[in-house]
């Protein structure tokens, strides 16, 4: 009697494993429209139908398989853009190479909090955010200050977070500081920037004469930690900025 009751067990066993095997059988891309299809366990790894047989082939080192003519090269995307590894790893290790973690991706910067770096195929591009806007590591995008953790505050604004300051002898310039970080700002026509008082007012003042009308200038600039203005751009493919986000264009530098 007691071998007979192991029998229905044993059975049960083997289809149970029948069942999981055949859930976990790997896709054959052959066999498909598209031709390709992502690999079962692997996030960063599909197959593809090459000759009428099935390959296996790695995504670019720091990208993951989004599908067929999706992704930013290779039907390969950022991992963070969606739920690509949920219930699967990743096969490949990181290669490093200076300031990237991955031979693709977008990395924070190592000193700045308006920088960070873009990272293709082992080159790593600095990059700079605009408008006042931070480098958010969490999201792989610019964003407001006061949502990026830690980097709240410039030098400029040490003293007062939301108040005025003034720009080395300029009479019509000064940076004004909005939750901890600095934008460059012009005063009205004929005014002038009053560095006692840290507002614009009627000249003349202690320093600074009647002006003369000057063309006009943006409003808003990015300023880099030695608290210059900087000219700064987005690289394609970085999510939106948020709403009032105004990119300042690009102007050509001499080379020294």
Not at 14 to 30: H, M, R, T, V, Y
Not at 78 to 85: D, E
């Amino acid at each position: 009697m007691g071998p007979l009751q192991t029998i229905p067990v044993f059975l049960l066993l083997l289809a149970i494993n029948g069942i999981s095997a055949q859930k976990d059988q790997q896709e054959d891309p052959c066999q498909t429209k598209a031709r390709v299809v992502s690999d079962q366990q692997n996030c960063d790894r599909y197959w593809e139908c090459v000759n009428g047989r099935p390959e296996l082939f790695d995504c670019p080192n720091g990208l993951v398989f989004a599908g067929k003519h999706r992704g930013v090269t290779e039907g390969c995307d950022y991992p963070w853009r969606a739920n690509y590894c949920e219930g699967k790893t990743q096969a490949n290790s990181p290669i490093g190479v200076e300031h990237c973690g991955w031979l693709y991706g977008i990395f924070g910067h190592e000193t700045s909090c308006t920088r960070y770096w873009t990272c293709w195929n082992g080159t790593a591009t600095e990059q700079l955010c605009i408008g006042g806007l931070l480098y958010n590591e969490r999201t792989h995008s610019c964003d407001w200050p006061e949502n990026v953790e830690g980097c709240q505050k410039h030098p400029l604004c040490t003293e007062d977070p939301n108040g005025n300051v003034p720009l080395g002898k300029s009479c019509n310039r000064y940076w004004q500081c909005q939750g901890g970080y600095p934008r460059l700002q012009r005063c009205p026509a004929m005014l002038v920037f009053d560095r006692r008082s840290l507002r614009c007012v009627v000249p003349p003042t202690e320093d600074c004469d009647i002006p003369t009308p000057a063309p006009t200038l943006e409003s808003e600039y990015p300023v880099g930690e030695n608290g210059e203005p900087e000219e700064e751009n987005l690289p394609p493919g970085v999510p939106s900025l948020p709403a009032g986000a105004v990119p300042v264009a690009v102007r050509t530098r001499g080379r020294n």
